[in-house]
């Protein structure tokens, strides 16, 4: 090919689609008094104790970068947190790696697994990076099926059934974005003997691991013979109100966070200095301030499905993290359509289930993080919006 003719951006990135959440969100804000369920953060600012822990280290100067890995000082608070939370031992100093979000984690530990071809196996619907990521790495995602009817669990059976000898990991992140499922641990242990017997490694992202409710998150690497072959994923972004921080942690064996560090050191050096300050805060003195957020989100999580219950759509309980993913099957549109329309009509932001994978279509991520004024204001007018279209 000449040089004229040549594409200037690579196959990589051209392979890419642009996310189906920030598309809508373009749209939204070029209009005005719309209810957002779209976007999935939390509604409240970080606590203030961490927003002047993070001042108070600026006040004095901390501005510089840090250790590759992270803050001695937050490796050590993390190692006590884990161990607190899950009996789990990690070194600080070779186990744990401080990374921009559980965004760069799992695109550190895609690109430090994955040769060309290599294949890892995902649910869905899912997280709409773990495709992506799996692809800029130079892998193949391979999409394992989940519905309603199982309660969007992914199952070990189904998993294995797509085992070849190209397969490198298996990809799951619960409780779970899009569809707020939580897999028990007797099932996520089926998961666990799958990954032993083909000597599979697991990636899993417990970002939402916090936001549970009435029931248990299983941490994977607790499972019998998985913490040495899981790579567990966690973050501040969601259970402390902390997005735009951009703190988030790998914990795995030495081997993988050695060659995931060197790739951290030469793309981003360090994690945000002001956001670990913070994050070493939340850690210490965060879980009262966070307990309550959950408890808040607990609370809309029930007006929600009671409002989808009115509204005649069918859903699955939500039992984790801040989304719900009702059925819009009925009006015979496909959710994309139904999302357009609903913003135009009623001013209301959903995510279409299409953008989270095949599995989803049919499906919209309705996200509760947000005031239950709201949220009632929403609901009246997606009942409406549904009142019309039902067929
Ligand atoms: C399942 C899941 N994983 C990872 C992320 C990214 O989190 P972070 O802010 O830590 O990069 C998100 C954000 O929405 C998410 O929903």
Request: proline share 5%; net charge negative; glycine share 8%.
């Amino acid at each position: 090919m000449s040089i004229r003719t040549r594409s200037l951006t690579s196959q990589r990135a051209n392979q890419l689609s642009p996310s189906g959440i920030r598309k809508f969100f373009d749209l939204l804000a070029s209009m005005e008094g719309v209810i957002s369920l779209g976007v999935g953060e939390p509604d409240f600012a970080t606590p203030w104790h961490i927003r002047e822990a993070a001042i108070y280290s600026l006040e004095k100067g901390y501005t510089m970068y840090t250790s590759n890995l992270g803050m001695p000082e937050l490796r050590q608070e993390l190692a006590r947190y884990l161990k607190d939370s899950y009996g789990l031992d990690y070194d600080p100093d070779s186990e744990l790696l401080i990374t921009v979000g559980v965004s760069e984690g799992l695109d550190l530990t895609m690109r430090a697994v994955i040769d060309p071809g290599d294949e890892v196996i995902m649910p869905d619907p899912c997280y709409v990076s773990y495709n992506s990521c799996v692809t800029l790495a130079g892998g193949e995602p391979v999409m394992v099926p989940t519905n309603q009817k199982n309660n969007f669990e992914v199952s070990a059976a189904d998993i294995e059934a797509q085992v070849t000898d190209k397969t490198k990991a298996i990809l799951i992140g619960y409780p779970a974005n899009p569809t707020g499922a939580v897999m028990p641990r007797d099932k996520l242990a089926r998961i666990a003997e799958v990954a032993d017997k083909h000597k599979l490694l697991v990636v899993s992202d417990e970002i939402y691991a916090k936001l549970v409710y009435g029931v248990e998150h299983t941490c994977f690497a607790t499972l019998p013979r998985m913490k040495a072959s899981t790579v567990l994923l966690g973050g501040f972004s969601k259970a402390y109100a902390m997005t735009g921080w951009r703190i988030g942690y790998v914990a795995a064996n030495k081997e993988l966070i050695a060659a995931m560090t060197k790739i951290h050191q030469y793309t981003i050096m360090s994690a945000p200095t002001m956001g670990q300050v913070a994050a070493i805060e939340a850690l210490k003195s965060g879980e009262d301030s966070s307990q309550e957020m959950v408890d808040d989100y607990n609370r809309r999580r029930r007006f929600m499905v009671k409002g989808l219950n009115k509204i005649g759509l069918p859903y699955f309980e939500p039992k984790g993290a801040f989304y719900a993913f009702p059925s819009i099957k009925a009006t015979g549109m496909t959710s994309e359509e139904f999302a357009e329309k609903l913003l135009m009509e009623e001013k209301v932001a959903v995510v279409p289930g299409s953008a989270f994978g095949q599995c989803g279509e049919g499906y919209i991520r309705c996200c509760y993080a947000t005031s239950l004024a709201e949220i009632e204001e929403a609901l009246v007018r997606v009942g409406r919006f549904v009142a019309k279209y039902k067929k």
